[in-house]
């Protein structure tokens, strides 16, 4: 069984090497499910890693629906890794319906190669997952992250054996809540690797600052933030008059 483990960091990546695991996500911001990580990054990552990284193409946080930009961008993301040289890309994309983008995704896939890929935890939000998979097999897609369109993918477990018994070509990871005292289901029940962070918080100060710098409110799915036009058209008459 595949062990790949989720890295928001260097320190995450050498830990996860050191522990025998045998690949890596990388990805930042695990905080909003994950998003590209920088360039300098995968430069100290290709530096420092001998397992296999796949990286997380994902510009934003929020839903899975692009815009062209966001999408050219991660067109040029794509690049940057395989002239890199790491192992594989993890993306996706989906209609606004929760529908499977067919024409992005086929196109992300077809830019990958020769790299692995792996259709990210998208496939969750989908209204029919089956129909999703077998387009995503005839799209070429290596793997599928996935909790079973639950919280976790203990509770998912139906739908990722469903996914698993109904494919040869793709391998099924599940992924969300998997820990040390529940991996030994998942092996059990024949699946061919899982996917995990890991993560364990501690102190880096020695007390709370009283300015937070996070925004809960920032932390939605089904709406993107953008800098408003009019709004710092505003700022720029005032200041500039």
Not at 38 to 43: F, P, V
Not at 47 to 64: A, C, E, H, M, Q
Not at 101 to 114: A, N, W
Not at 126 to 148: R, Y
Request: charge should be negative.
């Amino acid at each position: 069984m595949i062990v790949e483990v989720c890295a928001n960091s260097l320190e995450s990546a050498l830990n996860a090497q050191k522990a025998g695991a045998d690949r890596i996500e990388l990805c930042s911001e695990l905080g909003v499910g994950g998003v590209t990580p920088s360039y300098g990054l995968l430069k100290v990552i290709k530096k420092y890693i001998t397992i296999p990284v796949n990286v997380l193409i994902r510009p934003r946080s929020g839903d899975f629906t692009y815009t062209d930009r966001e999408f050219e961008i991660m067109k040029h993301d794509i690049e940057i890794c395989k002239e890199l040289g790491f192992n594989g890309i993890v993306s996706g994309a989906l209609m606004s319906d929760f529908s499977l983008d067919v024409e992005r995704t086929k196109e992300l896939v077809e830019i990958s190669k020769p790299l692995y890929f792996t259709f990210h935890r998208a496939i969750d939000w989908v209204k029919n997952p089956m129909a999703t998979l077998k387009q995503l097999e005839l799209l070429g897609v290596d793997a599928i992250l996935s909790s079973g369109q639950q919280k976790s993918s203990v509770e998912g477990m139906n739908q990722l054996l469903e996914f698993h018994n109904n494919t040869e070509n793709i391998v099924i990871m599940p992924g969300g809540g998997i820990a040390d005292t529940n991996v030994h289901q998942f092996k059990e029940k024949g699946f061919g690797a899982v996917h995990l962070s890991g993560i364990r918080f501690h102190k880096t100060l020695g007390h709370t600052p009283e300015i937070q710098m996070s925004t809960p409110s920032f932390l939605r799915d089904d709406e993107v933030g953008v800098s408003n036009f009019e709004v710092l058209q505003n700022v720029v008459r005032v200041v500039k008059e």
